[in-house]
């Protein structure tokens, strides 16, 4: 065999595989993305032969990606037809893991996912410090308690993902800067690593669950997604056909320092008091509020809306709920989605403070165009957080699923 042949036979065999292991994701996404489905559905909806899927479902199967569903017919019932009919076939929950983490202001909380994207492990702990050596050995060793006490192989843990506040560039690993912890140039992805799991990938908060949130609307039809994070940080993000719009410097979304226009009680941590952040996140209103006397040191906005009944706390929040949607509506002008999702807090969880948001945001729409929907967001609390920061790599994982060795 010559040279120049043994290097065509070489390219035909990377081609024959890169397709092999297209179509595997094709099936896999498919599956993930419909429950249950029969093999000729599949087919159907992929374009492939029924041989083809069969071939694609047994290396799936093998690799225990996925599984029959189970069986629901009476086996009575299924006797008196002709052979073991096919049951419809569904991702594998019992196996393979994806671990998140995310590290906010004050506490680290982990987890475990399933292929679903279903939280089936959860811990949460202070770090009491905001020095990223303490703060990143509090998750590494809740990421192990949590791995050996649910009994997962550390070789089946098929991807590993964590999020926190600020500017956090993929690429880099590292947390640029965090201005809620004091970070800036941390190491974060190499300081959240743990011997026998995959090398975590980090993202944004805000970001990382913008795709989360992003993935369930488009399961609706919605694909140009614009999600609104409100909480500790505030933050933006813009998912057109699951992609997030990230910019040149991998900045876009950081509009905690972005003009409110009004004047707050209380400087941002740049100094300036008309930011954003000044005026309408968590961590400024529980200052204003400790300024003011309502609140003492070392609490927080869950302390701040325990005495929500008062005057002056309800119009504070009440305040902070027209600012936000005033913001809301500027980022649907720009970015024109066809869903708008607010995530965070006490923004959400108070269905009289969303509807706040959502009336400032609606008396801001002009020239006669249909109002673009906004709701709350699905995933919220410790579990959100969880998911959000294993999307990444749960989606990079359905995007090859045969890449594993």
Not at 72 to 93: D, K, M, V
Not at 220 to 227: D, E, H, I, K, S
Request: proline share 5%; glycine share 10%.
């Amino acid at each position: 065999m010559t040279t120049r042949t043994a290097l065509q036979g070489r390219q035909l065999g990377q081609q024959l595989d890169s397709l092999r292991r297209g179509n595997a994701a094709a099936v896999l996404s498919e599956i993930r993305a419909r429950g249950a489905v029969s093999r000729s559905e599949i087919a159907s909806s992929v374009g492939l032969s029924a041989a083809a899927i069969t071939k694609i479902i047994i290396e799936l199967e093998r690799a225990e990606y996925i599984a029959e569903a189970p069986q629901t017919e009476p086996a009575s019932a299924q006797a008196r037809g002709r052979g073991r009919p096919r049951r419809p076939i569904t991702l594998n929950p019992h196996r393979h893991r994806f671990v998140g983490v995310h590290v906010g202001l004050q506490r680290v909380t982990v987890g475990l996912v399933d292929l679903a994207g279903q939280v089936v492990a959860l811990r949460s702990r202070k770090h009491g410090s905001a020095a990223p050596r303490t703060v990143l050995s509090t998750a590494t060793r809740l990421v192990r308690e949590m791995v050996e006490q649910s009994g997962v192989r550390r070789e089946d843990v098929v991807g590993y993902g964590a999020c926190t506040g600020g500017w956090v560039p993929p690429e880099s690993g590292a947390v640029r800067t965090f201005e809620g912890l004091g970070w800036h140039d941390v190491a974060f992805s190499e300081g959240l690593r743990v011997d026998g799991l995959p090398v975590p990938r980090v993202e944004s908060t805000v970001r990382a669950l913008a795709l989360a949130e992003a993935r369930l609307a488009a399961d609706a039809g919605a694909r140009n997604v614009l999600y609104v994070f409100v909480g500790n940080v505030i933050g933006c993000a813009h998912v057109v056909h699951g992609d997030i719009a990230r910019g040149q410097h991998d900045a876009a979304g950081l509009i905690d320092h972005v003009s409110s226009g009004s004047r707050s009680a209380v400087p941002c941590t740049c100094g300036r008091r008309d930011c954003l952040w000044a005026v309408a996140s968590d961590a400024a209103l529980t200052l204003e509020a400790q300024q003011r006397g309502l609140l003492p040191g070392g609490t927080t906005i869950d302390d701040l809306v325990k005495i929500s009944e008062g005057r002056t706390v309800r119009r504070m929040l009440e305040l902070r709920a027209a600012r936000v949607g005033t913001t809301v509506a500027a980022l649907i002008d720009v970015h024109d989605p066809d869903l708008a999702i607010i995530g965070g807090g006490e923004v959400v969880s108070s269905t009289e403070r969303f509807e706040q948001v959502v009336s400032a945001a609606r008396e801001r729409v002009v020239g006669g165009r249909e109002p673009t929907p906004i709701q709350p967001a699905v995933l919220v609390g410790p579990s959100g957080l969880v998911q959000g920061a294993a999307t990444p790599v749960l989606d990079a994982f359905y995007a090859d699923p045969l890449a594993r060795p």
